[in-house]
């Protein structure tokens, strides 16, 4: 792995199988340098999602090989990746995924928690990160309470809570109208340039151009356009 | 058919013609509906698995009650045979010359089938052959001339037997005390009576057949001994008869409707005759038979209550359920909601598949329901009773049409309702939300409708305080907490409101039970009432502050702490669905405990049922009855108590209730004590009327006062009435014990001062010897010595421990009729956790997406899963103990049956069930639960299923 690379696949092939086999992901080769901003675009179905799982450890891929930090995610048990995710990774969904049983406090300290900090220093460091995204007033509130660019917002400060070594926003303002998607956009932009790495997929052009580089992918291929270097740097 | 089953199923009717009509309109709907039902076949079965639940107990228990009904009607026209109606005297004889005349009557002989005069009375019976006895049985005295009014004896050979074909020196037995005596045809028989002044008379008879149950034909209504009218009158020495029977015309109940119509025409009949006027005329077998269906009536609430009690466990089931399937499939409703389908609509379409389930369901539980009526009454035995019940009774199948009609009817009923109200929250969401499965906003909800509802529930509160009716009253209560609790919502944090609701829940319904009533009706209305609120509030309590324990936990450990955190957070936040599942269980539990604790405290210690007596010696045939000399030096102690029997119209009556039985045909039994006695009384008493301050003064009251008795099973301030309504002589009871050790239990037993006695026509004077023996002395070995020496006499020995087991043995099966349906009521609860459990499997799979994504590890999620299941139905145990507990131990001190009841608690029938449920739980949580962990995060992160 080169120095600087947080996230490293080569060869990645991954088969859906049920019914009719589709082949998700043909042989990608990807690279993320460390404290870059990656946006992974392109039409419905061409694996991005796909990939953004594979890479985290959230799915399993049928051939290649996955580094995130110099730790061979393909030799990990499935154990040893979700402790990886646990203690390096942060996760932003399109659909913010929190839990609606807990309030937008609860929800961000999970991490903390999880990595074993104490539940008073948890929740300070988790209402700290509330307030760093304006949202500290709302740190009682359960998620059915709150907008929807609220909630985003809590799925932001739960995924940057514990300082991960890799952000991986999944259509982080697919359910968002534009002015929300600015501010969650902006709030990612101001973390990776605090020195983040974030992986995001979207379909969203002005999010894509806010990232440091745009990957394209097209039927599970990175797509390289004619006379264009495999990396698009902004 | 009943008017609840004509209500309930014109109502079932009316909804489905309803849902047909819209159906035809609007086919959209019906169409939707119908592929909901079908799509997920499992998810079906399980909605209707629900309410094949409820139906199948409440026509469980309809079942029963119609059997016993059944029965003991069957066993009531068995008993008078062809005779429909009666002419007595208050027990007291009179000439034979009546009924020979009343035959001869022409306006009563073209209306009659026939008229025989004879005798009923009481007394021992021995076969010689056999060396067995057999004391207090029936004997009915055949009069030749005039005996074809009781129909023809079936034989056990099959063949029939005219009973003015009994020759003088002939008799025929029951096949009950046939069995008991194990006597054949030929065999002697040696019958005695007890008469007063004057030597026991014994007479030896030739068996000449055994006679069985069947329609018309005479069976007596103990074990009983048919010999001809003349040798029974040698045998007492009574000139008379005291009984005149008439049969009517037709069969069945044509007959006893025939009765009804010629009894006036007897009646006056009886009144031209010489010697008539002070007779009276009874309709014996339509009294009788009304008289059981009153008892049945009464006993059918609490029975179908109790079958209820499942019903409202599938409700909760049910309502989980719906409220599981309307989130599951929020987005794909929203989208109808979006297409133009309005809230209605959504309501309207839930109820067709809830007619889809609920149709399925009550017919399919009318199988198991026939099924478990089937298996109370034909295949669990039924306790055998020594004495005269010779053989174990056995109930007869039977169920009422209008039994089906109604737990059909109400299973419908209960599903459309419970959807109906499920699916009109359910309905309420925000569209762009739910399509795009994100949390529907608050929205502040127009505080009018709120206020509106307070008040609505302020005024039912208001209106049931003004009722007299105790347990509406009591009702109110509650329904003033539910407003005061929803009137604080917004001021108060959410955990404090439910905290003080559920405190002041818990508080004011476990207050109930601590009330004295007298009336049973009552009280068991108040203590239903206490156990509903009681969990309700205990459930709302611990669920609202399970937060606590995360605290607690994650004080000791983080990591268990954060593990705990998810499935903590599911049950405090979801009051409904953790209130309904708990709940559920809690209620069951709570009544099951309640049961236990009654159970508990009604059985007697043995030593207070048998008051130190091992043996107990009885005669109905020789009122000086003696020990044979060879038995004496093995007995330390012993109570010769003379006996009398009563044969006769009778009745008993409580002060102040309207719960009296009508006059019937009787055989009660009268123990007389001598002052001695009186003073050493043979028995403890369990209750005692108020007037006395202590049992001795109870008793000093009976001997001093020819109106008192202590009586078996008598609640204080009851009469019993002795003889016709124009002649009778009344008892007021100043004392009361339920032990078995006096007489058989066929009748009841009375103890009386011999002033007592000599108010009433009581014949078959006999013994009830109360013997304890030395120490080292076997009871059993003395009973058998007793009974080989005294078997002529008709003698039966028997000992109190035998007679304390039986007794046991006969609550046991009376109990288990309650806790089969409990354990139906468990069988749900469990259903509703594992359901449940694999409910949160899809209904959760992005929240475990989530967390596994987060680093939660298969193992946490797995335990996580389990313990949420295991914590649910550990509230709702402890719960239910707890109410359970509070309301018993109410029921005990403060309630009708309290006095001399010891609190105890029957441990087995609580902690059973509780470690059941916990296993029940934790078995089926863990597959559901396994399953979820094993969901790979990507997988359980897409957004569509």
Not at chain 2, 100 to 112: P, T
Not at chain 2, 389 to 398: D, I, R
Not at chain 2, 832 to 851: C, K
Request: proline residues 5%; aromatic residues 6%; hydrophobic residues 50%.
């Amino acid at each position: 792995m080169e120095d600087g690379a947080m996230v490293r696949a080569t060869r990645l092939r991954k088969l859906y199988r049920g019914g009719a086999e589709v082949e998700a992901l043909r042989g990608v080769d990807f690279e993320v340098g460390r404290g870059e901003m990656v946006a992974v675009v392109g039409p419905s179905g061409s694996g991005k999602t796909t990939l953004l799982n594979c890479l985290s450890g959230l799915d399993r891929f049928d051939t290649g090989q996955v580094w995130v930090d110099g730790r061979d995610l393909t030799a990990m048990s499935d154990r040893d990746r979700t402790t990886y995710r646990m203690r390096s990774m942060g996760f932003v969904f399109q659909a913010f995924n929190l839990l609606p049983v807990l309030t937008a406090a609860e929800n961000a300290e999970i991490p903390l928690l999880l990595n074993g900090v104490r539940p008073k220093e948890a929740r300070r460091r988790a209402i700290d990160a509330l307030e760093t995204l304006g949202m500290a007033d709302r740190a009682g509130h359960r998620p059915d309470q709150l907008s929807g660019g609220e909630q985003q917002r809590v799925a932001v400060a739960r995924a940057l809570v514990h300082n991960p070594a890799v952000v991986w926003a999944d259509e982080p303002t697919g359910n968002l109208d534009t002015e929300v998607t600015n501010v969650i956009i902006e709030l990612l932009v101001r973390t990776n340039r605090q020195g983040q790495t974030i992986v995001l997929v979207t379909h969203n052009p002005l999010v894509a151009d806010r990232a440091a580089r745009v990957v394209r992918m097209r039927d599970g291929r990175i797509d390289l356009p004619r006379n264009q270097p495999a990396e698009l740097v902004r | 058919m009943t008017i609840a089953a004509l209500a309930a199923a014109s109502l079932v009717v009316f909804a489905y013609l309803i849902l047909g009509l819209i159906a035809i309109r609007r086919p959209l709907l019906a169409r939707v509906a119908y592929r909901q039902v079908v799509r997920r076949p499992w998810q079906a079965t399980l909605m209707v698995a629900g309410m094949t639940f409820g139906s199948a107990a409440i026509l469980g228990m309809a079942t029963l009650v119609d059997s016993i009904d059944g029965t003991l009607s069957q066993t009531l026209l068995d008993s008078w045979g062809n005779v429909d109606l009666t002419v007595t005297s208050a027990g007291r004889t009179f000439s034979l010359d009546v009924a020979r005349q009343l035959k001869e009557d022409s306006a009563v002989s073209g209306r009659v089938a026939g008229v025989s005069g004879g005798l009923d009375l009481a007394g021992s019976i021995g076969d010689l052959n056999r060396s067995l006895g057999v004391p207090t049985v029936q004997f009915i005295g055949i009069d030749h001339a005039t005996g074809d009014a009781l129909g023809a004896f079936q034989l056990t050979d099959g063949s029939k037997l005219d009973p003015t074909r009994l020759s003088a020196g002939e008799g025929v037995l029951t096949d009950q005390l046939a069995e008991r005596l194990q006597a054949q045809a030929g065999d002697r028989l040696r019958v005695q009576i007890g008469r007063p002044s004057a030597t026991p008379a014994a007479f030896d008879l030739e068996l000449k057949g055994i006679a069985q149950r069947g329609p018309g034909a005479a069976y007596g209504r103990l074990p009983a001994l048919f010999l001809p009218l003349i040798d029974l009158q040698q045998l007492s020495g009574i000139a008379g008869i005291n009984i005149v029977r008439i049969r009517a015309t037709g069969q069945g109940m044509a007959e006893v409707q025939a009765a009804h119509e010629v009894s006036p025409i007897v009646r006056q009949a009886l009144a031209s005759l010489p010697g008539g006027a002070g007779l009276e005329l009874r309709e014996v077998k339509a009294d009788d038979l009304k008289n059981n269906a009153q008892q049945t009536a009464a006993a059918r609430p609490l029975l179908i209550g109790l079958g209820f009690l499942v019903v409202l466990a599938a409700v909760a089931l049910v309502v989980n359920l719906v409220l599981a399937l309307a989130e599951e499939r929020r987005p794909r409703l929203a989208v109808f909601r979006a297409l133009g389908l309005s809230r209605a609509g959504m309501v309207v379409m839930s109820l067709m598949e809830a007619a889809f389930y609920g149709l399925a369901g009550s017919l399919l539980g009318v199988l198991p329901g026939l099924a478990y009526g089937a298996y109370e009454t034909i295949f669990k035995a039924l306790p055998v009773v020594s004495f005269t019940q010779v053989s174990a009774p056995t109930l007869l199948f039977n169920v009422a049409p209008s039994s089906i009609v109604f737990a059909i009817s109400c299973g419908i009923l209960v599903s459309l309702i419970t959807v109906v109200l499920a699916s009109l929250r359910s309905s309420r969401m925000s569209i762009s939300s739910a399509i795009k499965q994100l949390p529907d906003p608050t929205v502040a909800r127009q505080s009018w409708w709120r206020w509106s509802g307070i008040a609505i529930l302020v005024l039912v509160a208001v209106a049931c305080i003004a009722t007299p009716s105790l347990p509406l009253r009591a009702l109110a209560g509650s329904v003033l907490i539910i407003a005061a609790t929803a009137a604080l919502r917004g001021r108060l944090p959410e955990r404090a409101r439910a905290t003080i609701a559920g405190a002041a829940m818990t508080a004011w319904s476990l207050s109930l039970p601590f009330r004295t009533f007298g009336d049973f009706n009552l009280y068991f209305g108040l203590l239903m009432i206490a156990i509903v609120g009681g969990v309700a509030g205990v459930a709302l309590l611990v669920s609202a502050n399970l937060k606590l324990l995360e605290r607690l936990v994650a004080s000791g450990s983080v990591r268990l702490g954060t593990m705990l955190r998810p499935p903590l957070a599911y049950l405090t936040r979801r009051p409904i669905r953790t209130a309904l599942t708990t709940g559920t269980l809690g209620l069951t539990l709570a009544v099951i405990t309640l049961f236990a604790i009654i159970r508990g405290s009604i059985v007697p210690e043995y030593t207070s049922v048998s008051n130190n007596w091992d043996v107990i010696v009885t005669s109905a045939g020789d009122p000086a009855l003696a020990l044979p000399s060879a038995v004496q030096p093995r007995i330390a102690r012993q109570m010769a108590i003379t006996t009398a029997t009563y044969v006769g119209p009778a009745k008993r009556s409580v002060a102040n209730s309207q719960a009296s039985n009508d006059r019937l045909q009787d055989y009660l039994v009268f123990l007389v004590l001598s002052d001695e006695q009186f003073d050493h009384p043979p028995i403890r008493l369990e209750r005692r009327a108020s007037a006395y301050p202590d049992d001795a003064q109870a008793w000093r009251a009976v001997r001093d006062d020819p109106n008192l008795a202590i009586s078996q099973f008598a609640v204080p301030g009851e009469s019993l009435f002795v003889g016709s309504p124009t002649n009778a002589v009344q008892f007021k009871s100043a004392g009361a014990s339920t032990t078995p050790i006096l007489q058989p239990s066929w009748g009841s037993w009375h103890i009386v001062s011999q002033r007592g006695l000599q108010r009433i026509q009581a014949t078959g004077l006999g013994t009830t010897l109360l013997l304890q023996v030395t120490p080292g002395t076997d009871p059993a070995s003395v009973a058998l010595e007793v009974r080989g020496a005294l078997y002529a006499k008709g003698v039966d020995a028997v000992t109190t421990r035998q007679l304390y087991g039986e007794g046991i043995a006969s609550a046991d099966w009376y109990w288990s009729l309650f806790t089969d349906l409990f354990d139906a009521g468990i069988v749900v609860g469990v259903l509703s956790l594992a359901i449940l459990a694999l409910r949160a499997v899809v209904e959760r799979r992005r929240s475990i997406g989530v967390l596994r994504a987060l680093g939660y590890q298969p193992p946490t999620v797995l335990v996580a899963l389990v313990v949420e299941g295991l914590l649910a139905a550990g509230i709702g145990v402890v719960a239910g103990l707890a109410v359970g507990l509070v309301t018993g131990y109410g029921l005990i001190v403060m309630g009708p049956i309290s006095g001399r009841l010891q609190f105890g608690i029957a441990p087995s029938m609580v902690v059973v069930p509780a470690v059941l449920v916990i296993a029940a739980v934790l078995i089926g949580s863990f597959g559901p639960a396994l399953r979820a962990s094993r969901i790979p995060p990507a997988q359980a992160l897409r957004l569509v299923d």
